[in-house]
Structure formats: structure tokens, C-alpha cells
């Protein structure tokens, strides 16, 4: 077999466009991806499907393979002739343990290969506004780890006090007290500005400012990781003039990749700061294709949600069926977004309804359907009895299709972020979230899509649920844009 290769790809710090075309590149061709847990979860939506995927980073204090396991598993993996994607937070070189990945690759006879990020020691404090050099102010920067504080840094430091320019220290946060005390007895006026930065995808983002004389006591409260800057340029907040209307609004998304991509997207637009909460995986399943011919001419294939959609076009392409052999269906989608997705695949819904839930589906398409018209629902198997029951209500012969199934096959963040909205696109995200995490933060609202997700949270919130008026990525912005501004008036 011949030997694979490894590539360590610097992530950059925040969002997953922060990549650099080489790294997105090599993640989209690779055959096993290993990655740490500070990267943007949105990244490993471009791996291939049949790409093994590996967390190597530290978990909320559970134990975490040590460096010398990571580099066994990377020689492993490369040896059973995979292309690996070793995915790293900023850049693999900068205090990222890249070197010493790189040498153990290189001892193994493994072809290896570095490519750059963005370094939080320049990321993270841009971010805040602050350039880690300015003309007038700083000529250079220094970056230290300050992880060995407690070790040899002292010394080092009371020398760096009196160089000029910009002090960068990286993982030192529980030592913030020593290197202020240090950096001031070395010859740093406590006037120094000085600055505590917790962003990119931490989960407690925050930006501390002051002074060298008094930032310890006034970051007290910063959960790590965290960026310490130190010099005249941490005075300076550079940051844009455009204001959006979520600004700084913190909101946590459940749902498949698709429906969450879609859901960040239209939320980041607006300014908002979103956490995948989840990594669900959709699972397709077998269904009998013999359900497309009891339908017959005048029949409705009906789907209530992109990935329906999705699954029931695959399934279509696995077994060699012809998309005409649906000339003689009607098709019906529960709201804008799934219409999309089915227009993808060049059809037009002859049917959405205006209320875009299950019972406005319901009660359009039981208006609509004539006696006789087989009404065929192709969804999740987790889906809401209330669809087929409304129809068969109305008389109408249903047929529930399960094509597929929504389980989280992999966890996404370790550790819940404080959260100013959290939203769901189905009532089995709410029981997900609830099993993992056992209860909605106290403060924290929720938007739902769709009145019977809203009732899944009955009794389990102590804010009432906001309902979007539409079943799409816009809507759910739309309804946490309305909520937020009803706040703040």
C-alpha cells in the first residue's frame, strides 16, 4: 500500500472563512481529518462524508490524548495510505506543538507539510481593535507562552520588560497576576496599558482593558483561553464603525449542518455571534420504492424538509430511477426553504402554504387534495404524529414515509456558552439538547420553528418561546432580530 501524507493546517482564529484557500482545500481531498476542539465546527461540513474524523483536543477536563499519542495516530493514519488533514487552531507553528508534530512525521518517513493560519497572538487582538503594531507606538511584538510561568519565565520576563514594543503572551492566564508583578518590577510603568482577550471560538468570549498595575484584578473573571497584551497599543480600540442590529448577540444553533449552516449564515449577517451547539448527522434509511406506485396520476409526494428532500433524490439515483417516472405526482413542501431544495432538483412545489407549519400544511393540502389522492409524506422518522393525523382527519389516504433519521453521531462543543438565544428546528433538537445538556440556560430564549417544537419546550424554559413566521435560515434571524429589538426598547 502506498504511504499516505499529512498536511497540518492552521485553522485560523474565529470563523471558519478565516482558512486559507490551500488549508479549505486540502480539508475538502482528505481521507481522515484530526482536529482540536477551538476550531470553528462549520470547517468539518467541507470533509468528505467518507473521511474519517478524530478529536484530539481537550474536552471540558476529560482526559485528552497527550502529544505523543496524536503523532502515533498521524504516522497510523498516513501509514494506512490516507491523506490527513491535522486541523489546528491559528497557526500549526505558533505554540501549536506543529514542530513537534512535524519532526515525528519526518523520523517516521511520512511526507509532511505545514500550511499557515492566522495566529490568535494577531487575530484575537485584532478582533478587540487592537494592532499589535502602530506607528508612533509600536515597532514590533513579541510572543510569549506563558504556559511555563511558574518555570523559567520570571527571568525572561524581567529581561523583556524593557524592550520596546508589544508583548504577546499566549496560555498564560492563570499566571496573569506573576507577569504583571514581574513586568513591573523589571522596569513596566504600571500605566501600561494592557488588555485580557477571550474570543475567536472560545466559549466565554470577553475583552478586559486597563492598566499593568490593575488588569489581574479586573480579568479575575476570564475563563481560558485568553490573549494577554501588554504595551500602548492595547489602548487603542480600532474597531469598526458600521454598527449591525445583533451586534455582540450571542446565539446558539441546534440542527443538522445544513439547516444550522444556513441558519449562521442569515444571523451573522446581521452581526450575531453563533455557536453550533450540535453535530447531528443525517442517516439515510431504506424505504420501499413501491410506495411511488400506489400514488398514481394525481397523487402527492410531500416533504417537510430539505434534508427529506435530499434523501429521497438520493435514494432515487442509488436505485437508477428516472425522475420523469414522478411526472404523474403533485409535490408539496411545508415552507420556503424545503421549496428550495426541491428546486434544486428542478421541480417546482405545486404547493406551500402560507403558515408554514405542520398545520398549515395540513390544512392547505387537505384543501387542495381531492377523495382518492394518495397523499405520501416522505420525513424523518422522528417526525410529529400531527401532519398525518390532520389529513386522515380530513379523509385523506396518508402513507408516512421514513427516509431518514437525525442522530448526533458527533458531539459539537464540549462546554455550553453563555447564550442569549438558542434555537431549534424540531422538537427531537429539543429532546437532543435536553438528553446532553439537561435543561435551557436560565435567561436564554428560545425560537422555534414551528408551534410543535415551541411545544416541546413546555415547562422547560423560563422564557416563553418565540415561533418564526417562516421555516427557513431568514426566518429564524427575522424572529430573533424582532424579539431583540422588543428587548432593548
Known amino acids: 500500500m502506498p504511504i499516505g501524507e499529512v498536511y497540518l493546517v492552521g485553522a485560523g482564529c474565529g470563523a471558519a472563512d478565516l482558512i486559507t484557500v490551500r488549508g479549505l482545500r486540502l480539508l475538502k481531498s482528505c481521507g481522515a481529518v484530526v482536529y482540536d476542539q477551538l476550531i470553528d465546527p462549520a470547517l468539518l461540513e467541507y470533509v468528505p462524508p467518507t473521511a474519517r474524523r478524530i478529536c484530539v483536543g481537550k474536552r471540558g477536563g476529560r482526559p485528552s490524548p497527550s502529544q505523543e499519542e496524536i503523532n502515533s495516530l498521524l504516522i497510523a493514519l498516513a501509514q494506512d495510505g490516507l491523506r490527513v488533514a491535522?486541523?489546528?487552531?491559528?497557526?500549526?507553528?505558533?505554540?501549536?506543538?506543529?514542530?513537534?508534530?512535524?519532526?515525528?512525521?519526518?523520523?517516521?518517513?511520512?511526507?509532511?507539510?505545514?500550511?499557515?493560519?492566522?495566529?490568535?497572538?494577531?487575530?484575537?487582538?485584532?478582533?478587540?481593535?487592537?494592532?499589535?503594531?502602530?506607528?508612533?507606538?509600536?515597532?514590533?511584538?513579541?510572543?510569549?507562552?506563558?504556559?511555563?510561568?511558574?518555570?523559567?519565565?520570571?527571568?525572561?520576563?524581567?529581561?523583556?520588560?524593557?524592550?520596546?514594543?508589544?508583548?504577546?503572551?499566549?496560555?498564560?492566564?492563570?499566571?496573569?497576576?506573576?507577569?504583571?508583578?514581574?513586568?513591573?518590577?523589571?522596569?513596566?510603568?504600571?500605566?501600561?496599558?494592557?488588555a485580557v482577550l477571550s474570543g475567536g471560538n472560545s466559549p466565554h468570549p470577553a475583552c478586559v482593558r486597563g492598566t499593568l498595575g490593575d488588569i489581574a484584578p479586573r480579568a479575575r473573571d476570564v475563563l481560558p483561553p485568553a490573549v494577554i497584551v501588554v504595551g500602548e497599543v492595547a489602548g487603542l480600540e480600532l474597531t469598526s464603525t458600521i454598527s449591525l442590529p445583533l451586534e455582540g448577540v450571542r446565539v446558539g444553533v441546534t440542527g443538522t449542518d445544513g439547516v444550522a449552516r444556513k441558519i449562521c449564515s442569515s444571523l451573522e449577517a446581521l452581526g450575531a455571534c453563533t455557536f453550533q451547539i450540535e453535530r447531528p448527522r443525517v442517516k439515510?434509511?431504506?424505504?420501499?420504492?413501491?410506495?411511488?406506485?400506489?400514488?398514481?396520476?394525481?397523487?402527492?409526494?410531500?416533504?417537510?424538509?430539505?434534508?427529506?428532500?435530499?434523501?429521497?433524490?438520493?435514494?432515487?439515483?442509488?436505485e437508477r430511477r428516472d425522475v420523469r417516472s414522478l411526472s404523474g405526482f403533485r409535490f408539496a413542501v411545508i415552507g420556503r426553504a424545503t421549496g428550495a431544495a426541491l428546486e434544486e432538483r428542478g421541480i417546482f412545489p405545486h404547493l406551500c402554504p402560507e403558515e408554514q407549519t405542520s398545520r398549515g400544511l395540513a390544512l392547505t393540502l387537505g384543501a387542495a387534495a381531492r377523495p382518492g389522492e394518495e397523499i405520501i409524506l416522505l420525513r424523518s422518522d422522528q417526525g410529529t404524529p400531527l401532519?398525518?393525523?390532520?389529513?386522515?382527519?380530513?379523509?385523506?389516504?396518508?402513507?408516512?414515509?421514513?427516509?431518514?433519521?437525525?442522530?448526533?453521531?458527533?458531539?459539537?462543543?464540549?462546554?455550553?456558552?453563555?447564550?442569549?438565544?438558542?434555537?431549534?428546528?424540531?422538537?427531537?433538537?429539543?429532546?437532543?439538547?435536553?438528553?446532553?445538556?439537561?435543561?435551557?440556560?436560565?435567561?436564554?430564549?428560545?425560537?422555534?420553528?414551528?408551534?410543535?417544537?415551541?411545544?416541546?419546550?413546555?415547562?422547560?424554559?423560563?422564557?416563553?418561546?418565540?415561533?418564526?413566521?417562516?421555516?427557513?435560515?431568514?426566518?429564524?434571524?427575522?424572529?430573533?432580530?424582532?424579539?431583540?429589538?422588543?428587548?432593548?426598547?
Not at 496560555?171 to 522596569?187: N, P, T, Y
Not at 433538537?429 to 419546550?457: K, M
Request: glycine letters at 14%.
Open 387 to 489: 401532519l398525518p393525523a390532520l389529513l386522515r382527519e380530513r379523509g385523506l389516504e396518508v402513507t408516512d414515509v421514513a427516509t431518514y433519521r437525525v442522530a448526533e453521531e458527533e458531539p459539537g462543543i464540549s462546554t455550553l456558552p453563555d447564550l442569549d438565544y438558542l434555537t431549534f428546528e424540531s422538537a427531537g433538537g429539543v429532546a437532543r439538547f435536553l438528553a446532553r445538556w439537561g435543561r435551557i440556560p436560565p435567561g436564554c430564549t428560545c425560537v422555534c420553528i414551528g408551534d410543535v417544537t415551541a411545544g416541546a419546550l413546555d415547562g422547560r424554559t423560563d422564557r416563553t418561546p418565540v415561533v418564526a413566521r417562516h421555516i427557513s435560515g431568514e426566518g429564524v434571524a427575522e424572529a430573533v432580530l424582532a424579539d431583540w429589538r422588543k428587548e432593548q426598547a
Open 284 to 318: 439515510a434509511l431504506d424505504w420501499p420504492l413501491g410506495v411511488l406506485e400506489k400514488g398514481g396520476p394525481g397523487g402527492w409526494l410531500v416533504f417537510t424538509s430539505a434534508n427529506g428532500v435530499d434523501m429521497f433524490f438520493q435514494r432515487l439515483y442509488r
Open 86 to 194: 491535522r486541523l489546528k487552531g491559528g497557526d500549526p507553528f505558533v505554540f501549536g506543538r506543529g514542530g513537534e508534530e512535524m519532526l515525528a512525521l519526518r523520523e517516521a518517513g511520512i511526507p509532511c507539510r505545514e500550511v499557515p493560519g492566522i495566529s490568535s497572538a494577531i487575530a484575537i487582538p485584532a478582533a478587540a481593535g487592537i494592532p499589535v503594531t502602530h506607528r508612533g507606538l509600536s515597532r514590533s511584538f513579541h510572543v510569549i507562552t506563558g504556559h511555563t510561568a511558574g518555570d523559567d519565565l520570571p527571568g525572561q520576563l524581567e529581561r523583556l520588560a524593557g524592550v520596546e514594543g508589544t508583548l504577546i503572551f499566549l496560555m498564560g492566564l492563570g499566571h496573569l497576576e506573576e507577569i504583571a508583578r514581574v513586568l513591573m518590577a523589571g522596569g513596566r510603568s504600571p500605566d501600561t496599558p494592557a
